[in-house]
């Protein structure tokens, strides 16, 4: 039976990113290799940070398939690591997003690679890089990388039917592959997380920080949109609650002061559901088809759950899964309406609409803040809560935005 890799591309992106311990989702993913695309054997090579080594994790197939002994950590000199780390070697894997034991031979003897002048350190790196393919008993080898940075090796058997790798089944592990590493480091930081807010509540804000930025590693269009929203999302809090209500007395909302400690936490990790999305929607320059919407909608409930360990306050969570409902109830995951929408959601859907449409995008130029500032007010009462629009008008009325 033909196998939809889109669809099982978006399967696992949505499963692995609800996982915070990365053996298990290592092992999970390995798990899916082998039982439903069919091949031999699979394992993985992951990066760990405290030790600065890889190290072969998981390894599932076939009863009776070892690791060659002294194989199950590899430093920064062992071949794999280093065609696929050294920037020098990454023309060898583009063509491919693999390196596979069938094409070396034919690299060996490219013409590039025979009239470079360091055509023979080439040679000898595939020839050693082949050796260790075939006594870990691997037919392709892809790279998982985060920001440039090698996390992982995915290594795949031969298939049951005895094929070779088709170049769309090498594209599918080199797209699984990266999620896969986004989710690793995501996990990582989750552990490193939790940790911290052990000890420091500092510190933990700070790892907040990292973990809300990991969004704009996979969403090349989105670079410092995060923090531009925080940064609006507190001070359109503070600004409603320092304005006086119809009447004189308090602000136009009473918010107790951690709050504003929650709205920051919040707008930090508003997208951070988007990890779940694979990278070709998320990227897309064009319009989204109505199935890639029905995908992409998903990043708010998705956002809410991943950050469900962490046990942060209720507004958090509110802010997160809620940000994206309208005032008119038209909006998603659940059509609140009015009053109904938490304030948390309802800031930051201010926030979020106004950044969006100031900031300049590969296929359009973002708009002036006086025009944004118009498009917002037409839309009070539908799309936004009328008292967050005040506050934002008073801000960019006091040149504060």
């Not at 298939?159 to 592959?177: C, I």
């Not at 109505?290 to 956002?303: F, I, L, P, S």
């Not at 809620?322 to 009015?338: N, R, T, V, W």
């Amino acid at each position: 039976m033909k196998i939809d890799y889109k669809k099982e591309l978006e399967t696992a992106s949505k499963g692995m990113i609800m996982i915070h311990d990365p053996r298990l989702l290592i092992k999970l993913i390995v798990r899916m290799i082998v039982r439903k695309l069919h091949i031999k054997h699979a394992a993985m090579i992951l990066y760990e940070p405290k030790k600065d080594i890889y190290v072969l994790n998981i390894s599932r197939g076939e009863i009776g398939m070892k690791v060659p002994p002294g194989f199950t950590r590899f430093s920064h000199e062992s071949p794999l690591i280093r065609i696929f780390s050294q920037r020098e070697f990454r023309p060898l894997t583009l063509d491919r997003n693999a390196i596979v034991s069938d094409d070396i031979n034919r690299l060996v003897w490219r013409e590039s690679i025979i009239h470079n002048g360091n055509g023979k350190a080439v040679k000898e790196l595939l020839y050693r890089v082949d050796e260790q393919m075939q006594m870990l008993n691997t037919a392709a080898c892809v790279p998982a990388y985060y920001r440039h940075k090698l996390m992982a090796i995915l290594l795949l058997g031969e298939k049951h039917d005895g094929t070779k790798f088709e170049q769309p089944e090498l594209d599918f592990f080199a797209a699984l592959a990266s999620d896969a590493a986004m989710a690793i480091r995501n996990a990582q930081l989750f552990e490193g997380l939790k940790r911290e807010a052990e000890r420091n509540r500092q510190l933990f804000l700070q790892t907040i920080e990292v973990l809300g930025s990991t969004i704009e590693a996979k969403d090349a269009y989105t670079h410092g949109h995060t923090g531009r929203v925080t940064e609006y999302s507190v001070a359109i809090a503070r600004q409603m609650a320092a304005t006086p209500a119809v009447g004189g007395a308090g602000g136009s909302a009473r918010f107790e002061e951690s709050f504003f400690e929650s709205i920051y936490i919040a707008a930090l990790l508003h997208d951070i559901g988007k990890i779940a999305i694979p990278e070709v929607i998320l990227n897309k320059q064009g319009k989204l088809t109505d199935e890639e919407y029905a995908v992409m909608k998903q990043h708010t409930v998705r956002g809410s759950e991943m950050v469900g360990p962490l046990r942060l306050p209720r507004e958090c969570l509110e802010g997160i899964k809620y940000h994206h409902e309208h005032f008119d109830g038209k909006g998603y995951p659940e059509g609140l309406k009015g009053e109904d929408i938490p304030w948390a959601a309802a800031i930051i859907a201010v926030a979020d609409a106004f950044d969006a449409m100031t900031s300049d995008r590969p296929y359009r130029k973002g708009l002036s803040k006086e025009a944004a500032m118009a498009e917002i007010k037409r839309c009070t009462g539908t799309q936004f809560n009328p008292a967050v629009v005040d506050a934002l008008v008073e801000l960019y009325e006091a040149g504060k935005i």
